[in-house]
């Protein structure tokens, strides 16, 4: 079992309460946006784990698990921050295989993982199946992107200090301030951020510090 400080508890067992109010009925989806390193994919998790010790059925995905092959991925170059907000993720095979068949109320599978970023191939399909009931969490960056919006009901937005975030993503991805590659993902995020995807968001959450995340209203930020 997850051990959580106080604080982030809180705040999971409130959003997970507020997201059962408002969509514990059906088949419901749940975006976990932000930054590179913002703390997305952890705080899904968390928030998957929160919902199901609340009795509700959660199935987990990710974007990055919907990539293009690498040919693709890298035709601008390797450091095109363009090629990154335009060219990185498969959203035909995302909507095709994942979010249209699990809005259908348990009549079909769908399948939660679909490329190999590592062997570079496509995942051989796991088809699950679930109650009429249940929810998915879905996290990754560029997911409030506009062609994207209309398949959340709700989005929560994950950021930090872009201090903290630059630390993490040396880190953890050994890519140093002001390479090259930083570039790729920083420009790529200036492209997405001028499609104000903060707005879009149903929930603002600041996780600089993960062990004291807070939630953040739209006036203070």
């Given amino acids: 079992m997850t051990r959580w400080t106080p604080a982030r508890r809180a705040l999971l067992e409130g959003l997970a309460d507020e997201l059962l109010h408002n969509y514990g009925r059906g ?23 929160a919902l199901r010790k609340k009795g509700h ?21 390797r450091d095109s921050a363009k090629g990154h907000y335009e060219d990185a993720y498969d959203y035909s095979v995302f909507r095709r295989v994942l979010v ?18 590592d062997r570079d ?19 990754g960056v560029y997911l409030n992107r506009p062609e994207l919006r209309g398949l959340w009901n709700a989005s929560i937005w994950v950021d930090a200090d ?17 390479s090259a590659r930083a570039e790729r993902y920083e420009g790529a995020q200036k492209l997405y951020e001028r499609t ?22 739209a006036d203070s930020c």
């Fill in 27 to 49: 088949r419901t989806i749940v975006a976990v946006d932000g930054p590179t390193r913002s703390g997305k994919s952890t705080l899904a998790d968390d928030l998957a784990e």
């Fill in 57 to 77: 059925d959660v199935f987990r995905a990710s974007i990055d698990d919907f990539l293009k092959p690498r040919a693709l991925r890298y035709a601008r170059g």
């Fill in 100 to 117: 249209e068949p699990f809005g259908m109320n348990g009549s079909t599978g769908f399948v939660t993982r679909a490329w190999d970023e």
């Fill in 121 to 139: 191939r496509q995942i051989e399909p796991k088809w699950l199946s679930g109650p009429v009931d249940a929810m998915l969490v879905v996290d």
């Fill in 162 to 178: 872009p201090a903290v975030r630059a630390k993490r993503v040396l880190e953890r991805d050994g890519i140093a301030p002001g």
């Fill in 196 to 217: 104000k995807p903060r707005e879009a968001a149903t929930v603002l959450i600041d996780n600089t510090k993960p062990d004291k995340p807070r939630r953040v209203f």
